[in-house]
């Protein structure tokens, strides 16, 4: 089992920026691909940007130019730097990692929430 604990969610005006930040413990050996998703209201989970432990990324086109994941594999974090915050934006956000094997373990989820 993996447990995963995300920080940094919040209430923020449009244009503004949050950190999102994932911290992995347990079984690590073996994660893949860490990053992370968000859910809005009446709408599936959705990607919106992951990392490979070998540096690939791959971001949902709705938040490329605006959003840059990072992971520190010596830490097995994995972070999420939204700049530019739209209120689309707005959404619970979950960290997610995939292992080698293809097991899926989520984080509980964090609220972003972007508002005048």
């Known amino acids: 089992q993996v447990q995963l604990v995300e920080s940094g969610g919040g209430l923020v005006q449009p244009g503004g920026s949050l950190r999102l930040s994932c911290a992995a413990s347990?079984?690590?050996?073996?994660?893949?691909?860490m990053g992370w998703y968000r859910q809005a209201p009446g709408k599936q989970r959705e990607l919106v940007a992951t990392?490979?432990?070998?540096?690939?990324?791959n971001y949902a086109d709705s938040v490329k130019g605006r959003f840059t994941v990072s992971r520190d594999n010596a830490k097995n974090t994995v972070s999420l730097q939204m700049d530019s915050l739209k209120p689309e934006d707005t959404a619970v956000y979950y960290c997610?990692?995939?292992?080698?094997?293809?097991?899926?373990?989520w984080g509980q989820g964090t609220q972003v929430t972007v508002s005048s």
């Open positions: 997610g990692v995939q292992n080698i094997w293809r097991t899926e373990f």
């Open positions: 990392m490979t432990n070998a540096g690939g990324t």
């Open positions: 347990g079984n690590v050996f073996g994660m893949r691909n």
